[in-house]
């Protein structure tokens, strides 16, 4: 059973928006934090935010004004909502219990594609 699940990935336009949703199987987020990372064709695992137990959030400076992280602990889901999109967002996103290059729980991941 892979404990973290990913979603929302899809190809939108560059200025676009997407919301990805990551569920957990087997245990709960919220005394937890939480990171969402990436990985475009080619290269390693990038920082993009995280989310801390108490709702506190940090970005990666590209990330910074475009997308926000947020959870939903009666859902047992933290969210990345991501907005004007733009080609070099193009890569799989995971959520992670852990901020490379440091290693732990991740799911598969969701592909985000911005193309037009």
């Known amino acids: 059973e892979v404990p973290l699940v990913e979603s929302g990935g899809a190809l939108v336009q560059p200025g676009g928006s997407l919301r990805l949703s990551c569920a957990a199987s087997?245990?709960?987020?919220?005394?937890?934090?939480i990171h969402w990372v990436r990985q475009a064709p080619g290269n390693g695992l990038e920082w993009v935010s995280r989310?801390?137990?108490?709702?506190?959030?940090d970005y990666a400076d590209f990330a910074k004004g475009r997308f926000t992280v947020s959870r939903d602990n009666t859902k047992n889901r933290i969210y990345l909502q991501m907005h004007s999109l733009k080609p070099e967002d193009t890569a799989l996103y995971y959520c992670?219990?852990?901020?490379?290059?440091?290693?732990?729980?991740r799911g598969q991941g969701t592909q985000v594609t911005v193309s037009s």
């Open positions: 087997g245990f709960t987020f919220d005394k937890i934090w």
């Open positions: 992670s219990t852990a901020r490379p290059p440091q290693t732990g729980l």
């Open positions: 989310i801390d137990n108490l709702g506190g959030t």
